[in-house]
């Protein structure tokens, strides 16, 4: 049974540009999450999304973005990218209205 | 403002013995609260959680204890093996099942031999 893959693992960007990170979550979960963690810090919540449409949001500016497909796989989009932005990116799914997440292993932006 | 915390940035702890991590959390509302452990390189894994009408679960070599009181929560990993060697974090679960989590900001437990 496959866990929450996501795509890529590691990216570099300049400042100012786009980025979109993608996530399919693990069978039988509808629901996606995403969190930024900063070096040395714990996972901040950015968004969560079910049934297509954004039902949660963190303290993060209109720059991200995200998107959820029909088969509950997910995109997060960051525009005019900051310095500040780079991070480990992770996508957690779970199934609506049951406890616990699965966490995918992140992808790794760098932004120059 | 409310949040959830670590006491400790770094822990050390021989190997064999046992290992207690501790956290603190502000919100006396908060009713859910996981441990997830952190390999490098990996995502968040799951540990062990505990909901707000119990004061202790235990799993496989660890038990989880909330004090609601204090506000103040704690894991205990008996036997530390190498393996263990990871950063730890509390969370809590604010809300509905399923919806956004909070991080403290996580305990490295690094093993002596």
């Known amino acids: 049974d496959a866990g929450v893959t996501q795509s890529p693992t590691h990216l570099i960007k300049t400042r100012g540009q786009q980025v979109t990170l993608r996530c399919s979550p693990k069978s039988g979960h509808d629901t996606v999450s995403w969190y930024q963690q900063a070096l040395g810090q714990g996972p901040q919540f950015i968004f969560q999304y079910y049934e297509e449409e954004e039902r949660q949001r963190g303290n993060f500016p209109d720059r991200f973005s995200g998107h959820q497909f029909p088969n509950y796989s997910s995109e997060l989009n960051v525009n005019a990218l900051l310095l500040g932005d780079s991070a480990l990116y992770l996508c957690a799914s779970s199934l609506d209205r049951v406890d616990g997440y699965t966490f995918g292993s992140g992808t790794r932006l760098t932004v120059v | 403002g409310e949040s959830v915390g670590l006491h400790l940035p770094t822990l050390s702890v021989q190997e064999g013995d046992n290992s207690i991590i501790n956290c603190a959390y502000s919100?006396?509302?908060?009713?859910?609260f996981i441990w997830y452990k952190q390999e490098s390189g990996k995502g968040p894994q799951f540990i062990i959680d505990i909901r707000s009408n119990m004061d202790k679960r235990q799993g496989q070599r660890v038990t989880v204890l909330l004090n609601k009181t204090v506000k103040h929560l704690s894991l205990q990993i008996a036997a530390t093996q190498p393996g263990d060697s990871a950063v730890y974090f509390c969370?809590?679960?604010?809300?509905?099942?399923?919806?956004?989590?909070?991080f403290g900001s996580g305990t490295r437990l690094s093993i002596r031999p």
């Open positions: 919100n006396s509302a908060s009713d859910y």
């Open positions: 969370a809590e679960n604010r809300g509905s099942s399923a919806s956004k989590i909070i």
